[in-house]
């Protein structure tokens, strides 16, 4: 029987099937934080229950964490509970976790395919819908909620029906300057943030293949903004070069089985997908979101939509009222809106070759006399030491940009890192959502170099042109 | 104890792609707690000015939006456009919806962890074809009091005018409603199960079972 990548993992991983079909899977790798799961070791101690492995799981505070005066601690009170809650149950049942002055502190999802805590063919949950990412190690990992972190950390096992496969197929290769986030924008943008909710994705073709498994992970990572909860990447050989530079990576005495495993974590020839799209890369082109959905993306020469253009009366109200939202007229030139402040960041985009992206543009350059701030927070501890160990940190400081310490931040706002109202942002994450980065903030999503680019600028431009 | 009945005033938010950061914006899950988020629930659409976690400062409620209005502010049942509760996996989403006092979301199709969400907490989500929701749609915004009732077990929901429409849900999801499980305590039933696939794997890949990171 030919199988898909997600199959074949979902079998590997097959306690049992219930009876009505969804499978009892097995959890290799939990990863956790302290905004979803102090509730889950709240029940299990209500319960009495004990967690299965603690092996299995990693904690680090990612989310609730400021990225200035770390030597400070946590001054927000209610922050400092969320964060001491996490490290105490930790402490109680034995788990690994990362403290903030930790050099592997960073992100859940920049960390964990750097520490090689990811690998290839495992099953992967985390708290956070953003666990799409390490998809891109070929492991089928997805976002749970707080319920299930607890049935997780209980049983070691979910209950879950199988989603069915959708196979992204990305022919050619991307243009220069033009990278996997405006790829995932350009899909997502095609498909509709709700083109997914189902499936699991697995992207492939030529343009996935020509891809860095950091440039990998921006588009499994936007995954949920497509409304699936997964999406893969086949393992090849820049997996396994990838893989062998990580601390975690499985030692000499079982790499060469390990090996065997993961090549054959690919979807055989003739392996049935339910659904398919086929994406030219050569014709996405920088993509900027205009709106409060991620769907709402336009390529940087096209101008912002008039809502009386669409057929529906559905699609006319939610793009009026996005437009309302972003205080934006029909017609208007992207390049035209300015900006006032400026996030290089988040799980999707904090990685070294993200902020080297964004330092070769802004090097030698100043920030637009109109934006008020511009912050680069990378992902982890250790993408921090290394932008440091290759000046990065002092370009963009000189830039007049403020280089902080790592964490979630500005992408979803939950610590200091804030859009006043109204304030509107270039931003490398992931949602546009109304306030996500803070009251009536708006937000723009676009790549590093764009985003960089826009710091430069004071408004959006066509990276294309200026390099 | 078993539950089969939701009956009460429908809310009707004509709205695509709610995401769980307009359901309950992100600083509210600075709380370690999984209750009284009720208060915060669509909370930037609720009030004029942002809010704090258990802060004491009144605000201004925006006398537009429909849970500020009567009869919609004691409502039951959320009817709501595509794709409720895209995005974040938070489950404070669904807490904040069950807290509020709401006990089902009707709608034309949920994000998945949302959905999954819904059905762990015992708040009913309810899937229907297109038309059945522009039809409520069109009759709840054209009388003020709009009440319907849901039975869980027969899979009807019934309107003022005694119209049926039936709708589908998944039998386990159904009884996970009705009765509200402990699905840890279910799952350790096959503890055995567990135990044995564990003990097969760690011979087979060795490598997964190691502590991460250790110096």
Redesign the interface.
């Known amino acids: 029987m030919k199988q898909t990548l997600y199959d074949k993992i979902w079998d590997e991983h097959q306690v049992l099937v219930n009876n009505d079909q969804s499978s009892l899977l097995y959890i290799d790798k939990h990863l956790i934080h302290e905004v979803t799961s102090p509730q889950a070791f709240d029940g299990l101690s209500m319960q009495k229950r004990d967690v299965w492995n603690t092996e299995t799981i990693v904690a680090v505070s990612d989310h609730n964490v400021p990225t200035t005066n770390r030597n400070l601690g946590i001054t927000d009170k209610i922050s400092k509970l969320q964060v001491e809650t996490l490290i105490n149950n930790c402490k109680k049942h034995n788990i690994n976790y990362f403290d903030l002055n930790d050099i592997n502190q960073g992100i859940v999802h920049v960390i964990g395919p750097e520490l090689g805590i990811t690998q290839p063919g495992m099953t992967l949950v985390c708290g956070d819908s953003h666990t799409s990412t390490h998809g891109a190690i070929a492991a089928l990992a997805f976002g749970i909620g707080t319920s299930d972190v607890e049935h997780v950390l209980a049983t070691q096992c979910i209950n879950l029906k199988k989603e069915k496969n959708y196979k992204i197929c990305i022919n050619n290769i991307l243009n220069d300057h033009v990278t996997s986030k405006d790829l995932i924008l350009y899909i997502i943008k095609t498909i509709g943030t709700s083109g997914g909710t189902g499936y699991t994705f697995e992207f492939m073709g030529d343009c996935i293949d020509n891809l860095s498994i950091e440039a990998r992970m921006t588009i499994c990572n936007m995954s949920i903004e497509a409304g699936a909860k997964s999406g893969l990447i086949a393992f090849d050989d820049t997996t396994l070069n990838y893989l062998l530079k990580r601390k975690n990576c499985p030692s000499k005495i079982y790499i060469d089985n390990a090996i065997k495993y993961w090549e054959t974590l690919h979807s055989d020839e003739g392996a049935v997908f339910e659904n398919e799209i086929v994406i030219d890369a050569d014709k996405v082109t920088p993509q900027v979101t205009w709106g409060t959905s991620p769907e709402m993306a336009l390529s940087i020469n096209e101008k912002i939509p008039n809502p009386e253009n669409f057929k529906t009366i559905d699609k006319q109200q939610s793009y009026q009222r996005a437009l309302d939202y972003m205080g934006l007229q029909p017609n208007q030139d992207i390049k035209s809106i300015m900006l006032d402040k400026i996030f290089i960041g988040s799980c999707t985009n904090s990685r070294i070759e993200d902020l080297r992206m964004a330092a070769q543009i802004v090097s030698g350059k100043e920030i637009a006399k109109n934006i008020k701030q511009a912050i680069v927070v990378p992902g982890s501890g250790h993408v921090k030491a290394q932008a440091e160990s290759e000046g990065i940190d002092q370009i963009f400081i000189q830039s007049g940009f403020e280089w902080r310490d790592p964490g979630c931040s500005m992408c979803l706002g939950m610590n200091e890192d804030q859009l006043e109202p109204y304030e509107r942002c270039a931003s490398t994450s992931n949602r546009n959502f109304e306030g996500r980065q803070g009251d009536k903030g708006r937000t723009h999503l676009a790549s590093p170099a764009m985003v960089a680019l826009a710091a430069i600028k004071g408004h959006f431009d066509d990276i294309t042109e200026h390099m | 104890m078993k539950k089969t009945i939701i009956k009460g005033q429908v809310i009707p938010i004509?709205?695509?792609?709610i995401?769980t950061?307009?359901i309950i914006?992100?600083?509210y899950?600075?709380?370690?707690?999984?209750t009284g988020f009720g208060p915060y629930l669509f909370d930037?659409w609720r009030y004029e000015e942002?809010g704090e976690?258990?802060s004491k400062v009144s605000r201004t409620p925006k006398s537009k939006f429909i849970l500020n209005k009567k009869p919609y502010s004691n409502g039951k049942i959320l009817l709501v456009?595509?794709?409720f509760g895209?995005?974040?996996?938070?489950?404070h989403a669904?807490w904040a919806i069950k807290d509020y006092g709401i006990d089902a979301v009707i709608s034309p199709?949920f994000?998945?962890?949302f959905f999954?969400?819904s059905i762990?907490?015992q708040l009913l989500p309810i899937k229907l074809e297109k038309q059945n929701i522009i039809n409520l749609f069109s009759e709840c915004l054209s009388s003020n009091q709009y009440e319907l009732t849901i039975d869980i077990e027969k899979q009807t929901i019934t309107s003022p005018n005694n119209e049926i429409i039936k709708f589908d849900i998944?039998?386990?999801d159904k009884d996970r409603i009705m009765f509200g499980y402990?699905?840890?305590e279910l799952?350790?039933k096959?503890k055995d199960?567990?135990l044995s696939?564990?003990n097969n794997?760690k011979k087979n890949?060795?490598?997964?079972?190691?502590?991460?990171?250790e110096k």
Request: with cysteine; glycine share 4%; proline share 5%.
């Open positions: 004509n709205e695509s792609n995401d950061d307009i914006p992100k600083q899950l600075k709380s370690i707690k999984k930037s942002p976690l258990d456009g595509d794709n895209c995005g974040s996996s938070r489950e669904v199709s994000a998945d962890i999954r969400n762990k907490n998944d039998a386990n402990d699905d840890i799952t350790l096959n199960k567990i696939y564990e794997m890949k060795p490598w997964l079972f190691k502590r991460d990171n």
